[in-house]
Nanobody
Framework: QVQLVESGGGSVQAGGSLRLSCAAS????????MGWFRQAPGKERKLVAV????????YYADSMRGRFTISRDNAKNMVYLQMNSLKPEDTAVYYC??????????????WGQGTQVTVSS
């Protein structure tokens, strides 16, 4: 059974940083594209950042570029999202996702349960 488990969420003041982690288990994610998404209350889930298997290519939503960094450790089946200069509008549930499509748009086959990030002003 494939599982993606996020961790690292929490509460932080504006301008602070958090590092989210996603642990993948149940199969090898060799060749898979991994991404982070977020969903704020009352809003649609949106793509945050994506990284391809070799970590040679990354994609960021415009509002995150320059503040967030996605990375992965394939040997450990881990994906990370370093978030700096956090803003109140970054408050959301953050989800890890994995898919076999090379496109950052997906589709994504597996999803984690999400981790809450709350940024106070």
């Amino acid at each position: 059974q494939v599982q993606l488990v996020e961790s690292g969420g929490g509460s932080v003041q504006a301008g602070g940083s958090l590092r989210l982690s996603c642990a993948a288990s149940g199969r090898t994610f060799s060749g898979w594209t991994m991404g982070w998404f977020r969903q704020a209350p009352g809003k649609e889930r949106k793509l945050v950042a994506v990284i391809n298997w070799s970590a040679g290519n990354t994609y960021y939503a415009d509002s995150m570029r320059g503040r967030f960094t996605i990375s992965r450790d394939n040997a450990k089946n881990m994906v990370y999202l370093q978030m700096n200069s956090l803003k109140p509008e970054d408050t959301a549930v953050y989800y890890c996702a994995g898919g076999s499509s090379p496109s950052h748009a997906g589709p994504y086959d597996y999803w984690g349960q999400g981790t809450q990030v709350t940024v106070s002003s």
